[in-house]
């Protein structure tokens, strides 16, 4: 969380504010009840700097985090205990103003101590106050580097609560057993397992091995038992883990001797291992029996799996009633277009007679088999207008994925708007992307589809269609985008609507749930590159269980939510509306993060809705954020200020991940989305101030920036942002691309004084910084309508530095009925608009 969100009155607090003293700790000769105990923290710099190292007992490892002020570091003391005094090893990189504080329950913290002022060097506070959970809570660091400390060590007692029983019984008996080597075919992994202390398992002779056991679930783990034979390991650690890929050190022992021995621990998970680093012998490493026992440690671990919530709606073909359930919803959703009802419809694999299925908002419909074709509809699953008189230009929020349609009269109608995806259909027919009449439409997104007639946009002012496949494209009105798509018509932006590029650079298409037999698991497609056509049914990729997922439902926290992430859980959000009073941190590589039904995330108070670490493979799909009354800084952060990682083998990506700043009640963001990372990949997204509805007005629902790209080669597949306070983009990152960008400048801007900056009236659209040498583009509309002052005259659309790395392909102006003008398209290139005719000004190429 953010400063101001940690906002305490310092003179009302003047007695909780100390000093540190800098002497060594009076219970130096104790073992602090912290060391080797299980820690976390909000992020750690690189794998050298983890958590575990500040709790190691080692005053030669630290933890440091990255370079931001709002960081935590926390342990997990494994039971209650009165806490006396706690001692921070500083690193260079200290805390100068922080808090520590303790929690029974890891959620609801209690000030021990308030910091200001710090030197460095070695804090001793003496405290007092009883919990389980210890923290170091930063507010300002004194240096431009993160938070690193060599030691945090907590003092005190255990007791003061109920105390844990830790199980007898052997929770990893004849579980599923892996190692890093064997010696040979007779000392496998499972030996360790068996419960037979005449049977064991050897590596080879080499430094590092591991053994590892899968308990089927996540547990709470409480002790583990080694019976080593005569080939011992010196130093090791005991470690679990939620995934069996990201691993939190439970115990480091050193200078062990062998034999018999017993660990008490503190943590969950599903996976248990032995990492051994050093040999006792000049053999491997030999063990008879590992045991690990479980039992009520105080908070359990939170389990992954479980039901889908109340507003999951799983049908077959079978189901009684069906189209009435369809109909149903539609009645209620229709034109709820600020309504807090959030709705999925799970079809299972069949074929469906006679439905046609109306999406209203905040709805969406997915077949749940591996592929498209598994679940077949023979009738329609249907947007039209009736609700807005015919104009289709605010059907927003809702969605069709992984479906067959066999339309009941040759073509199925998705009339829509922005944020309406249109993922991995198989239409066995035509698809009529106009409402009834033929009115407005203002849209739209298809990937990864496959259209064996033609589609017909008629009224749709714009599109973009990537990796799919069509038997034929009609018309269009300004700006039809096509990437990858076997069967798009060429190129014609001089005389006509169409960009056409042969392939998608690179593209990942979007998670999504899945039922293999009965079990329900999540399908992570690949990275491709050079795509063009669908992906399936080669469907090249991972599954994921649902219980690596925690199922988020209404009524969750950002604290339990963080605790999940934090144990090693993806995420699953139900439909619903989920009110946040901290931001959620993803810190660990490829965290999917998956939204059903337009799931809402708003932040409260300030905070930030959700930080993605600097890390590899984060795949954010399927849900909104709604910015919240109290301004956000940055509702969507995509690793942290400065980084620098490259993840080109494996991006992080948003998909049908939505921002919405009013509209719905007053709201306020600085920032909308961040990207900090390189290599991101922005596949579909609709950044919006709103323009009508609740909470409207110029500083009502301010919003000054909808896009900001700090990081190198992100690429933009798809990218709808409208009506910011300044720009509604701002590319400052190297190599940046962008496929398909629809944009209307705000609505109100009260005069031409209030968008005038450098000498220049009008914030453009697109802001290449001046400071990049590379860029490219293709396929960019910008529309004016200055509703509050029509004398307006923006500058330009697009502005961008005139250098041979910038390249600009098939851009346009427009403005809406004369409701102000553009003076140029890009820079000072490009014709001004004029009159009410919606005549677009074009630049093909630029420079």
């Known amino acids: 969380m953010r400063l101001r969100s940690l906002g305490v009155a310092l003179a009302a607090a003047a007695a909780l504010i100390a000093l540190p003293t800098t002497h060594p700790p009076a219970a130096a000769a104790e073992t602090p009840l912290s060391q080797g105990k299980s820690a976390t923290a909000s992020t750690e710099e690189n794998a050298g700097t983890a958590a575990a190292k500040g709790v190691d007992g080692d005053t030669g490892t630290r933890w440091s985090s990255a370079a931001t002020d709002d960081q935590w570091f926390q342990v997990d003391l494994g039971a209650t205990a009165s806490v006396t005094q706690v001692v921070i090893d500083w690193e260079t990189a200290y805390g100068k103003d922080y808090k520590v504080q303790i929690s029974k329950d890891g959620s609801a913290w209690t000030d021990l101590k308030s910091v200001t002022g710090s030197d460095g060097g070695v804090d001793t506070l003496d405290v007092s106050g009883q919990g389980r ?201 229709e034109s709820s277009q600020f309504g807090t009802g959030r709705y999925q419809f799970l079809l299972k694999p069949g074929t469906y007679n006679g439905i046609n299925a109306q999406i209203g908002f905040y709805t969406s419909i997915s077949g749940l088999g591996l592929n498209p074709d598994d679940t077949q509809i023979n009738g329609d699953v249907t947007v039209d207008a009736g609700w807005f008189n015919g104009n289709a230009t605010q059907n927003f929020w809702r969605s069709a994925e992984n479906l067959a349609i066999r339309p009941s009269n040759g073509d199925d109608r998705w009339a829509v708007a922005q944020a309406a995806p249109f993922r991995r259909i198989h239409v066995q027919g035509g698809l009529n992307l106009a409402p009834n009449g033929y009115g407005w439409a203002s849209g739209g997104y298809i990937a990864d589809s496959k259209i064996d007639g033609t589609v017909g946009p008629y009224s749709q002012q714009q599109w973009y269609t990537r990796d799919s496949s069509v038997g034929g494209w009609t018309n269009g009105v300004w700006n039809m985008t096509f990437s990858g798509v076997q069967g798009a018509p060429a190129t014609n932006f001089d005389s006509g609507p169409y960009t056409t590029l042969d392939t998608t650079p690179v593209s990942r298409e979007k998670p999504f749930l899945y039922l293999d037999g009965s079990t329900y698991k999540v399908f992570v497609p690949a990275k491709r590159t ?112 400065g980084s620098g990682a490259d993840h080109s083998a494996n991006p992080t990506s948003m998909q049908d991940v939505f921002v919405r700043i009013g509209g719905a009640g007053p709201g306020l963001a600085t920032n909308s989305v961040v990207v900090n990372s390189n290599n991101v990949i922005i596949d579909h997204t609709w950044l919006w101030r709103a323009d009508h509805g609740s909470g409207v007005g110029w500083n009502t629902n301010r919003a000054d920036y909808g896009l900001r790209v700090n ?88 502005q961008v530095p005139t250098t041979a790395g910038i390249r600009m392909h098939d851009l346009l102006v427009i403005s809406l009925g004369g409701k102000g003008q553009y003076a140029h398209v890009v820079n000072n290139t490009g014709a001004a608009t004029s009159g009410t005719d919606t005549v677009p000004s074009k630049v093909t190429s630029f420079p």
Request: aromatic letters at 10%.
């Open 530 to 641: 050079n795509a063009r056509g669908v992906s399936w049914p080669a469907n090249a990729g991972t599954s994921l269980p649902l219980d690596q997922f925690y199922v988020v439902k209404p009524g969750a926290t950002a604290t339990t939510i963080n605790a999940a992430l934090a144990q090693g859980l993806n995420l699953l959000f139900t439909p619903g509306v989920y009110h946040l009073d901290r931001t959620i941190d993803v810190t660990r590589a490829n965290t999917v993060v998956l939204g059903l039904g337009l799931a809402t995330l708003i932040p409260d108070n300030g905070v930030d809705a959700v930080h993605v670490a600097d890390v590899d493979g984060v795949k954010l799909a399927g849900f909104l954020i709604d910015a919240g009354p109290v301004n956000s800084d940055t509702l969507l952060r995509i690793g942290d200020p």
């Open 711 to 798: 990081g190198n080669d992100v690429l933009a597949t798809g990218l709808f942002v409208e009506h910011f306070n300044k720009y509604d983009v701002y590319w400052s990152g190297e190599r940046g691309r962008t496929i398909f960008f629809q944009n209307e400048k705000a609505y109100d801007a009260p005069n031409a004084a209030a968008i005038t900056h450098d000498g220049i009236v009008g914030y453009a659209a697109y802001k290449v910084a001046d400071t990049v040498g590379a860029h490219e583009t293709w396929g960019l509309g910008s529309y004016c309508n200055y509703t509050s002052d029509p004398s307006i005259v923006q500058a330009h659309g697009f």
């Open 133 to 333: 959970y210890v923290r170091m809570l930063g507010v300002h660091r004194a240096t431009q580097w993160g938070y690193s400390l060599w030691e945090f060590q907590v003092y005190g007692t255990t007791g003061g609560g109920t105390q844990p029983t830790c199980g007898t019984a052997n929770a990893a008996q004849g579980r599923p057993a892996t190692a890093s080597s064997t010696e040979n075919a007779g000392t496998p992994a499972s030996a360790a397992f068996d419960g037979n202390t005449g049977t064991r398992w050897s590596s080879q002779a080499s430094d590092p091995q591991w053994l590892q056991v899968d308990l089927g679930a996540a547990k709470d783990l409480c002790k583990v038992d080694l019976t080593w034979e005569a080939a011992y390991g010196k130093d090791f650690q005991i470690q679990a883990s939620a995934d069996g890929q990201s691993w939190n050190t439970l115990k480091s022992v050193t200078g062990a001797t062998g034999g018999t021995a017993s660990y008490d621990v503190s943590g969950s998970g599903r996976y248990v291992r032995i990492l051994g680093t050093a040999r006792g012998t000049g053999y491997g490493y030999s063990l008879w029996e590992v045991a690990v026992h479980t039992g009520g440690t105080g908070t359990p671990p939170i389990e992954g799996g479980g039901d889908l919530g109340p507003n999951v709606i799983v049908v077959d073909p079978s189901t009684p009633n069906l189209q009435q359930k369809f109909d149903d919803v539609f009645k209620q959703q």
